[in-house]
């Protein structure tokens, strides 16, 4: 779908100066004329108010910020500025933009970049020609900048989480289909009776009741208890004093955190004395919600490393060890100075594909540096180490390490036994312990929390370690291939309704237990029952293949509605043109191997499948429509 346009005007008439011109900007949702996918498409031309510079000019800077592009070779300025455009919307996070294409139109070039966000790829657009601009007339620009902002933007969208991304990205790669509903905010993959809906890494599968059992902490540890596994002894509390007496009780070392808690915020471990418990309680409160009641847990401190034990569908994948952030000293500077050289650094770019965040200064950091003996001016001897927080918050520049080919079987059965109790697609076991590769029964073992919404992005790049590809076995729960995450689709250029309620029939006839969607031009169906017909033609289709009844999908796109908003899904079983144009023929580029392509021109009727052509005249007053009904054969 377009989702904006904008005319030349603004461009020529503020920037008169220029050299280059970007102009008829719009995005689609998906396929187009112009892209088998979602993209930006844009008019580029020369303005003639100011002479370019050579061609090879442009490369060489360019060049400097993508050597990949140094190398090519460019027929064009609009080439130069379509790859540079395909390069910059990648945005230095690995996005999985490769596709693009250009088109020469009378006195310019219509552009178009794969998108997925379409605020980010008009930004992207506007810094690419930004950066010609400057080039031209010999100006610095800082491209650095630029991203930083256009991160922000992509952050910002509903694809910008990094477990929504890597879930996206993965769901593309093994060709699930995927769109977001806005009105349920939620992600859909498949279609129809195919499809599951979620956020993150919670799906509609999920119990919500175990879901919430898993933030109530002190009733799930209690739970985790009486099933005999290892959980560290501890207390609830409502006040600082409450605290330091179940501290006693307890036994020191400590730890304490609130009730509801995520991300380790509010999280304050190996506690010696009143004073910590005192400072611990109060950073605790801090990190529980106005709308909460004040509940802290104190519960024993044992001592080791901690881990993140991954399982999906009940079944173990994945471990990672998280270390708290830390600085090694360089004997001259001070530590808040190397904190400020270790942020600098292109691992800690801090964005949704970086294995490394900023390391953050707080309260919490400064009251440990001063447990210490230390501040953020002390100057830290050469090699020494200096750990900055007590919990390893990966959010707040914390470390993360692979660890799962460490892992004890005997850890990997526990972890397997604990997620086998809960109906939880995906669940994150925090547990601290001197080593993994050494059972749990030998002791020095204690499950901290459990979390039925685990982020997968500490496992997928760790800072230290293999990748391990979690989120095609989350994928994996449900779709054992793109295939089986699609329903059939029938796509006509032209379709009256009487046509269409006649498709429906004879399928029906066929498949009566069926529900079948239709929609073209006139109206919308759901087996002959007809719907209300929105003015947004994509619409419709979205609120037939998001039915999670449907069993299948037919869909009329005609010429002005490819080229006023492109199609919503990639992939038809069987296409069905009559007297196509050529702008409708491009509905026969987005097929399988398997489809079926039935075009009539004039009298003569092409058939073809899986690679085999066959063509013949209509006879008499043979119906075209008998022809493609009977090629409904191949997916009923």
């Known amino acids: 779908m377009v989702l904006e346009q904008s005319s030349n005007t603004y461009s020529v008439n503020a920037r008169r100066t220029d050299a280059f011109d970007v102009f008829n900007c719009g995005t689609y949702i998906g396929p187009n004329p112009y892209l088998d996918a979602a993209a930006f498409v844009f008019d580029f031309a020369l303005t003639g108010h100011r002479e370019p510079l050579p061609l090879e000019e442009y490369v060489a800077v360019i060049g400097d910020r993508y050597p990949q592009l140094r190398d090519q070779t460019f027929d064009s300025y609009a080439h130069l500025f379509a790859q540079t455009a395909l390069e910059l919307s990648k945005l230095e996070m690995d996005l999985h933009f490769h596709r693009w294409s250009m088109k020469p139109l009378e006195g310019r070039h219509r552009i178009a970049v794969q998108a997925l966000h379409g605020r980010t790829s008009r930004a992207v657009v506007y810094g690419v020609w930004d950066w010609f601009e400057a080039i031209t007339k010999d100006q610095p620009f800082n491209l650095s900048d630029q991203i930083e902002v256009m991160q922000g933007m992509f952050r910002q969208s509903v694809y910008g989480g990094p477990t929504v991304y890597a879930l996206l990205r993965t769901a593309y790669e093994k060709g699930i289909p995927t769109f977001y509903l806005w009105d349920e905010g939620l992600m859909q993959y498949g279609y129809g009776k195919k499809q599951v809906r979620g956020v993150a890494t919670t799906f509609d599968g999920d119990s919500h009741l175990d879901s919430d059992f898993t933030t109530r902490k002190d009733d799930c540890k209690a739970f985790l208890s009486t099933l005999g596994f290892p959980v560290p002894r501890g207390e609830i509390v409502i006040s600082a004093d409450e605290a330091i007496s179940a501290a006693r009780r307890v036994g020191y070392p400590v730890a304490v955190k609130p009730v509801v808690g995520h991300k380790g915020h509010g999280v304050t471990t190996d506690i010696q004395d009143v ?189 230290v370690g293999d990748s391990i590809d979690v989120t095609s076995a989350i994928l994996g729960t449900f779709f054992e291939s793109g295939a089986a995450a699609r329903i059939p689709i029938i796509t006509f250029n032209r379709v009256s309704i009487s046509e269409l309620q006649e498709t429906i029939d004879h399928i029906l006839f066929q498949h009566p237990t069926w529900t079948i969607g239709a929609v073209c031009r006139d109206g919308v169906f759901v087996n002959r029952a007809e719907k209300v017909l929105h003015p947004d033609y994509n619409t419709n289709v979205q609120n037939l293949v998001r039915n999670p009844k449907l069993d299948l999908l037919i869909v009329e796109y005609a010429e002005s509605i490819l080229e006023r908003e492109g199609m919503f899904y990639y992939g038809s079983d069987i296409v069905v043109l009559n007297n196509p144009t050529e702008m409708e023929l491009t509905l026969t580029r987005d097929v399988f191997d398997h489809s079926t392509i039935v075009v009539k021109e004039g009298d003569t009727v092409s058939i073809r499948r899986q690679g085999l052509m066959e063509q013949y005249r209509l006879g008499g007053s043979e119906p075209f429509q008998r022809v493609y009904l009977k090629e409904l054969a191949t997916i009923l």
């Open 275 to 463: 004073d910590g418990i005192e400072i611990a309680f109060d950073h605790a409160v801090e990190a529980i919600a106005e709308s909460d009641p004040i509940r802290v847990i104190v519960e024993q401190s044992v001592r080791g490393s901690d881990y993140r034990l991954l399982c999906v569908n009940g079944r173990f994948v994945a471990a990672t060890e998280r270390r708290p952030a830390f600085i090694v000293g360089d004997g001259e500077s001070t530590i808040e100075e190397l904190i400020n050289q270790e942020n600098r650094q292109i691992a800690r770019t801090d964005t949704p594909t970086s294995p490394l965040g900023k390391i953050k200064i707080d309260d919490a950091m400064e009251n440990y540096l001063d447990e210490q003996g230390l501040s953020l001016d002390s100057v830290i001897e050469r090699d020494r180490t200096i750990y900055l927080r007590r919990v390893a918050n990966l959010s707040a520049g914390g470390l993360s390490i692979d660890a799962t080919a460490t892992v004890h079987p005997d850890n990997i059965i526990l972890a397997q036994d604990i997620a086998q109790h809960f109906r939880l697609t995906c669940l994150g076991i925090d547990v601290i312990a001197r080593d993994l590769s050494r059972s749990w029964r030998d002791g020095n073992f204690g499950i901290l929390e459990i979390n039925a919404a685990p982020g997968v992005y500490m496992h997928l790049k760790p800072s």
